[in-house]
């Protein structure tokens, strides 16, 4: 596509339950970054795919937070458990590869809220 | 090793001039901005690479001194359209596989 698309746009779940927040990259882009921001705060780095491998998961909050990529599209964040502090905007970001050098493209966004 | 943006947040009247500051504790290879309009995507505007570059994008430049671990953005002559959170993100040295932003400059323009 032309742009990275997420979907849902709107998810409101109730706490426990478990939500998949999808995110299809720009065709091409083997770089895929994941981050959750809250009401009027800054991005929080969650976690990146290089391809289908994820160096570096240190953002994820806890391990009920968990992602995976197929080849160099999809990817899926997982939430299990949702409790109310999940609530937030999940952004997802791809670029053309890895690195400090690359401009990142954004999606809208999933505005997650647990009731 | 979040980089520091300041100020938090700056009213302007259009016309007017304004800088935004991003300081890092950590030595960067790269420095990226991106502005966010309420409810949208963040956007890029540009990546400055260690050397000490500047660039400009229209009436919006932006520097990075490498030594000093900082960069600013100006905005010239602002113009309503560039109201939004602007964030900067940092790329370590050490670390160049992902860029860590800061909690955004709030700026908004009055006409």
């Known amino acids: 596509g032309a742009g990275v698309s997420q979907s849902p746009s709107n998810k409101v779940t109730e706490k426990g339950k478990d939500v998949e927040l999808r995110c299809d990259p720009i065709s091409g882009h083997t770089a895929l970054y994941w981050y959750r921001q809250r009401l009027g705060q800054g991005l929080e780095f969650l976690i990146y795919?290089?391809?289908?491998?994820?160096?570096?998961k240190s953002g994820l909050p806890s391990d009920r937070f968990s992602a995976e990529r197929t080849g160099e599209s999809v990817s899926t964040l997982t939430i299990q458990r949702t409790q109310q502090e999940d609530s937030a905007v999940y952004l997802c970001?791809?670029?053309?590869?890895?690195?400090?050098?690359?401009?990142?493209?954004f999606g809208d966004g999933t505005r997650l809220s647990i009731l | 090793q979040q980089p520091v943006q300041s100020p938090q947040a700056v009213i302007l009247r259009e016309g007017e001039d304004a800088v935004i500051n991003c300081s890092s504790s950590k030595a960067l290879y790269s420095v990226h901005w991106y502005r966010q309009k309420h409810g949208e995507a963040p956007v890029f505007l540009m990546i400055?690479?260690?050397?000490?570059e500047q660039k400009g994008h229209d009436k919006i430049s932006a520097s990075f001194n490498e030594k000093k671990q900082q960069s600013s953005l100006y905005l010239t002559a602002s113009q309503l359209s560039y109201s939004g959170t602007y964030f900067c993100g940092t790329g370590l040295m050490n670390r160049d596989d992902k860029i860590i932003f800061g909690k955004g400059t709030r700026l908004h323009i009055l006409p």
């Open positions: 970001a791809s670029s053309p590869w890895i690195g400090g050098n690359q401009p990142q493209h």
């Open positions: 795919f290089q391809g289908n491998s994820a160096p570096d």
């Open positions: 400055l690479l260690k050397g000490g």
